[in-house]
Nanobody, 126 residues
Framework: QVQLVESGGGLVQVGDSLRLSCAAS????????MAWFRQAPGKEREFVGA????????YYADSVKGRFTISRDNAKNTIFLQMDSLRPEDTAKYYC???????????????????WGQGTQVTVSS
């Protein structure tokens, strides 16, 4: 089992930056890829981006490409989501996810991830 705990959400203004963290514990050696998803009220959960645990390759949704950056600290089993130039449409609950069986750009929907955090709220006010 892998446990994921997100932190760093909050209320910010348009154009501000925010950094989310996701700390993994448990059987972290089994992880292949970790990702960020988000879900706005009344909408389906959507892929934001992902990072391969080995090698660190990153993949992003078009809606955040150039504004969001995912990084990792292997020693601390933690990934980060640096969000810059935030927009009102970025308002959502952000979830960290991990999987033990899929890695690569194609692993970009919920069904590829078997571990999830509890989520952290990000609100961008105009």
């Amino acid at each position: 089992q892998v446990q994921l705990v997100e932190s760093g959400g909050g209320l910010v203004q348009v154009g501000d930056s925010l950094r989310l963290s996701c700390a993994a514990s448990g059987l972290t050696f089994s992880m292949l890829q970790m990702a960020w998803f988000r879900q706005a009220p009344g909408k389906e959960r959507e892929f934001v981006g992902a990072i391969r645990w080995s090698g660190g390759a990153t993949y992003y949704a078009d809606s955040v490409k150039g504004r969001f950056t995912i990084s990792r600290d292997n020693a601390k089993n933690t990934i980060f989501l640096q969000m810059d130039s935030l927009r009102p449409e970025d308002t959502a609950k952000y979830y960290c996810a991990a999987n033990t069986w899929c890695a690569g750009v194609g692993c970009n929907t919920e069904q590829y991830y078997n571990y999830w955090g509890q989520g952290t709220q990000v609100t961008v006010s105009s």
